[in-house]
């Protein structure tokens, strides 16, 4: 397994901020959004004009006026209740119909962009789980906890000073310098308290979310390195990280909000000595003070805006550097259509020379070497398989190949230039194809096809299909293309699986295409005909490395490399390597003996 960088690494381009780059999104729904943002503004109105009224109300009835007086209050009074909770109610709803419309946009294109950088090193299940769920809520949360309260609350803040200023210009100034101190003094101070740790925060959820995957799904291949011990306390350390952080930003928030508790008393005594000393009656001097307190209530939500803001921006940093990658989708939902869509690259790019030099891969510390002085020219067009025993060091070269692991010495490269100088973008559509790790997403099997190549139309999902030995059983199912594959392919057989993701590595179509066990699960029949399937449907002059357990269907190939505690052991064409004595030929005659006995078993 591959160390993935700092989670949140990247980010905008220079002098665009997350914030920006995530509302270019907003705009098809700025309408409803500012319908939320007011709707959110009379929510608060009516709450704050609620408690006046209350309070003259009450003050008003102890000098026992007669009833006629108070019937007005008594009606705005019940109208003001009733209109919060309505109003509160359609607030929600029209902000949370917006936002969930944007996500929809969101998740989608950061669907995309993590599907255009599969294989690129560092890219992991764990990570890119936390950016689909925590930080994408960021986003989420920008909207509805920060922007929309925030816009809410300084209206309000505007409006009470107004109407405190016709009962008592002193009063509204006092009023006016408690607001800002609760509106901008304390959210300044809770971002310089809480931004550096919880820059922290979404990054380590990430790692934990890194961890999780690799303590479940890579038990086995961590038992087997005996680093489970290892993998545990590092997965421990981060978590108690965590924790402590979190302590940290509870303990500074609650010190914020006793602040702002101390700010709103503070003002509303000197709301009314000053209205004491303009000589306002004394039930006025109330409906200030109360109305005071409620004013103030409102804007120290600016303060939970910033903080909740603080707590975002890397989660935020992490989608806004894939959403401004992602191509843009259409109203319908197709990608890369609209006027902001980015040109998907046409297959057949051309196959490139691939070159290994000296290649050597350690994982830890003092262990054997997987990869050990590993050599290989892969000429553009040519065809190579490289076999060998569990553990040879197969994967790791597919890995090398694609970036996810660096070499410890030696170097690849593609097209005469060194792989990790390539940037993340664009290495996959170079190189690219069936890895060890192919994932299959709950989606239907069209969703999963063409995150190969979104622009692929029915006829070139049929020729994939066909090659990779699925397209009878897509006709089968009774929703064809729409049919549901379940959790991580979980309604499909294992090899239904496998034909699934190598139909999306054929539609892919990169100029150096990579077979990682192409026909793993099958049985063998079906194993011959998808390999020399694919290989047919592969064009002329596009470079293929396949790397597998299984010999049988590798006679046409141009060359096989045997590998063997990651070093060369033997080289050359299938004829000639059943010829000569070695691990080639005894593993040929086991395999094909094994398999005539399976096929003289089966019906």
């Not at 998907?344 to 790019?349: A, I, L, M, N, S």
């Not at 057989?493 to 990169?510: E, I, T």
């Amino acid at each position: 397994m591959s160390t993935a960088p700092a989670p949140g690494a990247g980010g905008p381009p220079p002098g665009t901020g997350p914030e920006r780059v995530v509302l270019r999104l907003a705009r098809p729904y700025l309408g409803r959004l500012v319908g939320a943002g007011l709707l959110a503004s009379a929510t608060e109105l009516a709450g704050l004009a609620l408690m006046a009224t209350a309070t003259w109300l009450l003050m008003s009835a102890a000098g026992q006026p007669p009833l006629d007086r108070l019937t007005v209050a008594i009606v705005a009074v019940r109208a003001l209740a009733v209109s919060r909770g309505v109003l509160r109610y359609t607030e929600r709803l029209a902000g949370h119909d917006a936002v969930l419309r944007m996500i929809t946009d969101v998740r989608a294109r950061v669907f995309a962009s993590l599907a255009a950088r599969r294989g690129q090193a560092g890219q992991r299940s764990g990570d890119a789980l936390s950016r689909l769920v925590s930080d994408v809520e960021a986003v989420q949360d920008l909207l509805l906890r920060v922007l929309v309260p925030g816009a809410a609350a300084a209206l309000v803040g505007v409006l009470a000073v107004g109407g405190a200023a016709l009962v008592s210009l002193p009063a509204a100034g006092v009023l006016a310098v408690g607001l800002l101190v609760a509106g901008v003094a304390l959210p300044v101070l809770a971002t310089a308290l809480t931004r550096r740790a919880a820059d922290e925060v979404a990054p380590l959820r990430g790692a934990l979310a890194t961890d999780a995957v690799d303590l479940t799904h890579g038990a086995a291949d961590l038992a087997a390195f005996g680093a489970t011990d290892q993998a545990l306390r590092a997965a421990t350390r981060r978590a108690d990280r965590l924790a402590r952080l979190e302590r940290r930003l509870a303990a500074t928030g609650f010190a914020v909000d006793a602040a702002g508790v101390l700010v709103a008393g503070l003002t509303a005594a000197g709301v009314v000595l000053a209205a004491l000393r303009a000589d306002v009656s004394g039930v006025l001097v109330g409906v200030l003070a109360v109305g005071t307190l409620a004013a103030v209530e409102i804007a120290l939500a600016l303060v939970g805006a910033a903080r909740q803001h603080t707590q975002l921006r890397a989660g935020l940093a992490r989608v806004a550097a894939l959403l401004d990658d992602a191509p843009t989708a259409d109203a319908d939902g197709d990608p890369g259509a609209g006027s902001g869509r980015r040109p998907t690259p046409e297959p057949g790019t051309e196959a490139a020379d691939v070159r290994f030099e000296g290649v050597v891969v350690r994982y830890r510390e003092g262990a054997a070497p997987a990869l050990a002085g590993f050599d290989l020219d892969l000429p553009a067009g040519r065809r190579i398989a490289v076999v060998g025993p569990s553990g040879a060091g197969k994967s790791t070269l597919a890995a090398v190949l694609t970036g996810s692991v660096r070499p410890d010495a030696g170097r690849v490269t593609l097209a005469g230039r060194d792989v990790s100088a390539y940037p993340p973008e664009e290495l996959p559509r170079m190189v690219g194809g069936l890895l060890a790790e192919a994932y299959v997403f709950h989606a239907s099997v069209r969703e999963n096809l063409l995150l190969g190549r979104p622009d692929a139309g029915e006829a070139e999902l049929v020729d994939a299909t066909r090659a990779a030995g699925l397209l009878d059983w897509v006709r089968e199912q009774p929703e064809r293309w729409d049919t549901v594959v379940g959790e991580e392919g979980g309604q499909l057989s294992g090899g239904q699986r496998q034909r699934l993701a190598l139909a999306r590595a054929l539609l892919a179509a990169p100029g150096v295409l990579v077979l990682d066990e192409p026909t793993e699960g099958l049985d063998p029949v079906a194993a011959d005909a998808v390999l020399a399937g694919t290989l047919a449907a592969t064009p002329a002059g596009r470079s293929v490395l396949v790397i597998t357990h299984r010999l049988s269907g590798l006679a046409g190939l141009d060359e096989i490399v045997v590998l063997d505690a990651g070093r060369v052991v033997q080289r050359g064409r299938h004829t000639d390597l059943v010829a000569a004595p070695g691990w080639y030929r005894d593993q040929w005659l086991l395999q094909a003996a094994a398999e005539r006995g399976y096929l003289a078993l089966t019906p």
